[in-house]
């Protein structure tokens, strides 16, 4: 209700105004009446003492004395507008207008701010479009009003046009009495973060005020969750935790700590990391990306390294903007930016959630035309890395009130806010509900598992790299957990991905996801991954070494896999390797022998044009004598045609 209050400090400088005017050159309130004047002066005077019950019966009783006291009238609007009651609020105000037009032209500003927090789109309209019609209107307002103007016809014009929306409450296991505020619904959909707001006096008696707590709940069914648990110590601790966001690989833990000893600023980022199931001790992410303003709402995106938040550090649009920083290989970050013109305004913008998709970002803005105070908002990314113009979710997902928060699922079809306006367990509930089609991210779906040691069975930690094969480029990078091996990958769909994974010492692996023109994806890849000692004897199928049905050509599309052959190669260079062909059974036997020798020399030929000497490597056509998989159906024969390299020597 920040307009609330900003209205009754303008109108309450303009009452101090009008009190000293008439102090000094008479009488120059609008009434003659002695009685009003004292009742009004008594009840001025209760008003900045903010005993606001005697203001309001010393207010009444100058109205009784002179229902036409203008000053009376607004003072009894500040009144209601401080009580959090905006209507009435309203009622006054516009009774000061019906009494004399001219009285103070900030009045049409005041009320259409108000008609805005509670709906009336098309009174605002006509309020701000009468404020930025008279004269001496002041710069920074006018420029306020037309926003404001633009907000109330958007509103209108919005909830004629309504868009689907069904909200459902996620029931007693994450909803309590108190304020439960979304944070993260998990790549995979098995598992819901989310901040619990108690006061402090639930631990002890003795203690006053809230504290906010980190919770996590595990589906249960396809309708309903867990009981939440908290995510005890070292996250959550005797302060307050906000903004969680747990990176998409499950590997990281964000969030805001504001005024702790370490801070940089008034709130700081921190961050942990998963070992073996638990969190490390929260680090601030120090003074690249902190500032010494407010930094908050952190969201880690699926490419493994660009974190997205909202800031009020200088340098900004407005008065809070969102910024992105990436994390650099060796654990530092970049200078943040800021993402521009597109998402950020001369207001605010707040909650950023960056989809699995990679190019679907969704928050809240004050800033864009929308139904009054915080919208929530999506922009999508455009090839050049800037950001489209940003677009309202529409009514009733965005109403009068503030709309602050919204996660969306991994498929892009399920939606989850924080709201008190549904009647729920208690004041801000959880709920989630289909997100119509046009505000859909691209779907994604998702790579998981562990990795181990083939012989040992040994739990591993090893980095994982997905390519997209169209341009070469890394598009998600992540690591196995270092105690249990477990991982997780974001996959977005329409795309062709090649997948390697490393570890020093050992064998990569790799493997293909073929997801082109795929936009529902109802299965996600489970897969453990066996990694091999880098030894005489071992081989590995490189999965994303690409020709043409019948050529020896290397495509494109090969060169991210012969890139890291390149790397295996440099950082074992006592090893040597024996580069094969196979295919599958259709076709003459010599002329697969041919075609695979071919396939594996152009491989080799590769290797040699970018440094790796002759004497370690070898290549030969296996043709269709040695298959791993049947020759009887496609995908089999498509297993069959492959390209391998042997350990043949150290």
């Known amino acids: 209700m920040k307009i609330l209050y900003t209205a009754s400090c303008i109108l309450f400088i303009m009452l101090l105004a009008f009190g000293a005017q008439a102090q000094q050159a008479g009488n120059q309130l609008s009434t003659s009446n002695k009685k009003a ?12 003492s903010r005993d606001y019950n005697q203001a309001i019966i010393e207010v009444t009783q100058a109205l009784r004395a002179d229902s036409n006291f203008c000053e009376a009238l607004v003072l009894k609007g ?36 108000l008609e805005l927090l509670i709906g009336r789109y098309g009174d605002a309209e006509l309020d701000f479009s009468t404020y930025l019609e008279g004269k001496n209107v002041p710069e920074i307002k006018r420029k306020k009003a037309v926003s404001q103007l633009a907000n109330a016809r958007f509103g209108l014009e919005a909830s004629l046009h309504a868009v689907p929306f069904e909200p459902v409450n996620l029931g007693d296991s994450i909803n309590t009495r108190y304020d439960e505020y979304i944070n993260v619904i998990t790549t995979d959909g098995e598992k819901l973060y989310f901040t619990r707001k108690i006061p402090r006096s639930e631990k002890s008696p003795d203690l006053r005020g809230y504290e906010e707590d980190f919770y996590s709940s595990l589906k249960a069914d ?22 969680l966001n747990i990176s998409p690989d499950l590997q990281y833990l964000f969030f805001a700590g504001c005024d702790r000893p370490d801070g940089l600023g008034s709130c700081d980022l921190y961050w942990a990391k998963r ?9 601030n992410l120090g003074p690249v990306v902190n500032s010494t303003s407010w930094d908050s709402q952190p ?33 530092s970050w970049t200078e943040p930016v800021n993402l521009g013109d597109s998402v950020n305004t001369a207001f605010e913008e707040m909650a950023p959630f960056i989809h699995g998709d990679g190019q679907t970002l969704y928050f809240s803005s004050k800033g864009h035309p929308g139904m009054g105070g915080f919208d929530l908002f999506y922009s999508r990314r455009k090839p050049d890395n800037t950001w489209s113009k940003a677009v309202n979710l529409g009514f009733p997902i965005n109403t009068f009130s503030d709309e602050m928060v919204i996660v969306v699922n991994s498929r892009g079809d399920k939606a989850y806010i924080s709201s008190d306006k549904f009647g729920g367990r208690g004041r801000q509930d959880i709920y989630e509900f289909p997100l119509y089609a046009e505000a ?8 998981k598992g562990i990795v181990f040691d083939s012989e040992t069975k040994n739990r591993l930690q090893a980095r994982f790299e997905l390519t997209n094969l169209e341009d070469g480029k890394i598009v998600g990078s992540s690591f196995s957990d270092p105690v249990n091996g477990e991982f997780m990958l974001v996959l977005p769909s329409d795309k062709d991905y090649a997948l390697n994974v490393s570890k020093d010492g050992y064998l990569f692996y790799s493997d293909n996801f073929s997801l082109k023109g795929q936009h529902g994806i109802d299965k996600p890849f489970i897969r453990n991954i066996g990694l091999k000692l880098v030894k005489v004897g071992e081989t590995v199928i490189l999965r994303n070494i690409f020709f043409d049905t019948d050529k020896f050509s290397l495509k494109p599309e090969s060169v991210a896999e012969l890139n890291k052959l390149l790397d295996l190669l440099k950082a074992n260079p006592s090893i040597k390797l024996e580069l094969s062909g196979h295919t599958d059974i259709m076709g003459t036997p010599a002329h697969n022998l041919e075609l695979s020798e071919n396939r594996a020399k152009a491989v080799y030929e590769y290797l040699l044009a970018n440094g790796i000497t002759a004497s370690r490597l070898s290549f030969k056509g296996y043709g269709q004598t040695r298959p ?23």
């Open 37 to 48: 004047e004292k009742a009004f002066d008594a009840a001025l005077q209760a008003y900045q």
């Open 628 to 650: 791993v998989d049947s020759n009887d159906t496609g995908q089999g024969r498509a297993n069959n045609r492959r390209t391998e390299f042997r350990v043949t020597g150290k």
């Open 440 to 447: 859909r991210p691209m779907p994604s779906t998702y790579f």
């Open 299 to 331: 969201c880690f995106a699926s490419d493994g390294k660009t974190l997205y938040f909202a800031s009020k550090r200088a340098g900004g649009k407005g008065s809070s903007d969102i910024w992105k920083t990436e994390l650099n290989a060796d654990g």
């Open 78 to 113: 500040d009144l209601f507008s401080d009580l959090k009651k905006p209507a009435e609020a309203i009622t006054e105000y516009k009774k000061v207008l019906r009494i004399n037009p001219l009285f103070s032209n900030n009045l049409y500003f005041i009320i259409g701010s």
């Open 222 to 243: 396809s309708a309903h969750w867990r009981n939440a648990i908290s995510l005890g110590r070292p996250i959550n601790t005797s302060g307050n935790e906000g903004a």
């Open 275 to 283: 070992t073996g199931g638990t969190w490390t001790e929260p680090e």
